[in-house]
């Protein structure tokens, strides 16, 4: 069964503070893995898929990487506008995703 | 392009009672999918459509649940005989174009927060 855990349940920062958040995962043939940023009492709003080890992509303040074994959301420079849940999802050889319990991000001005 | 929508937002129930939730996926979208969300924890996936055609559920979704998508458009889960561990947020997403099997993102609508009292 596909699993996905991710580190620190939750993180304070300082604006300007930057920092890393983790999603460790263990899926069979990994098709993708998704970040997503959910707000209190909405729904998950898509940020980026990684489909292979190495690939890296950038929004704004996120940046999202890949390995075999883990993936990194780093948050530069935040604002008090990210402050938010990050979920990490993997996709395998169907269609539905795996989420982890997602890490609470607080900025503080 | 209007993006996912759920109806309804809300909704507080007595237990035995039944519910029904709507979802409305991104117009070109021939999947669609179900999951649950309890409080601190992430989305776990429920079911899912391609088309009109159910073509997973998962071995959590007891026989009190139910999801049809009669013309491959709108969906529906119904909750029958509610009981209080229902109480969570219900979401939907769509995803698929017809392009290649990379462009599978999933968008998800706003969710229905459902109460069991």
């Known amino acids: 069964e596909d699993q996905v855990t991710q580190s620190p349940e939750a993180l304070r920062l300082q604006e300007g503070e930057s920092s890393s958040l983790n999603c460790s995962y263990t899926?069979?043939?990994?098709?993708?893995l998704f970040w997503y940023r959910q707000d209190p009492g909405k729904g998950p709003e898509f940020l980026f898929t990684l489909y292979s080890a190495g690939e890296e992509k950038e929004k704004e303040r996120l940046k999202a990487t890949l390995t075999k074994k883990e993936s990194f959301l780093h948050i530069t420079a935040p604002k008090p506008e990210d402050s938010a849940t990050y979920l990490c999802a993997v996709q395998a050889n169907d269609y539905k995703l795996s989420f982890g319990a997602g890490t609470t991000v607080t900025v503080r001005a | 392009d209007t993006g996912v929508s759920q109806d309804p937002r809300h909704k507080i129930t007595k237990r035995g009672q039944n519910v029904t939730f709507r979802c409305d996926p991104i117009?070109?979208?021939?999947?669609l999918y179900w999951y649950r969300q309890t409080l601190g924890q992430g989305p776990e996936f429920l079911t899912y459509?391609?088309?009109?055609?159910?073509?997973?559920k998962s071995r959590l979704l007891s026989d009190r649940f139910s999801a049809e998508r009669p013309k491959g458009s709108f969906s529906t889960l119904e909750i029958q005989r509610t009981e209080q561990g229902d109480s969570a947020m219900y979401l939907c997403?769509?995803?698929?174009?017809?392009?290649?099997?990379?462009?599978?993102?999933?968008?998800f609508g706003p969710g229905t927060r459902l109460l069991v009292l």
């Open positions: 459509f391609q088309n009109e055609a159910q073509l997973e």
């Open positions: 997403a769509s995803s698929g174009t017809g392009a290649p099997w990379r462009e599978e993102t999933q968008y």
């Open positions: 117009s070109e979208h021939n999947r």
């Open positions: 899926v069979s043939g990994l098709r993708g």
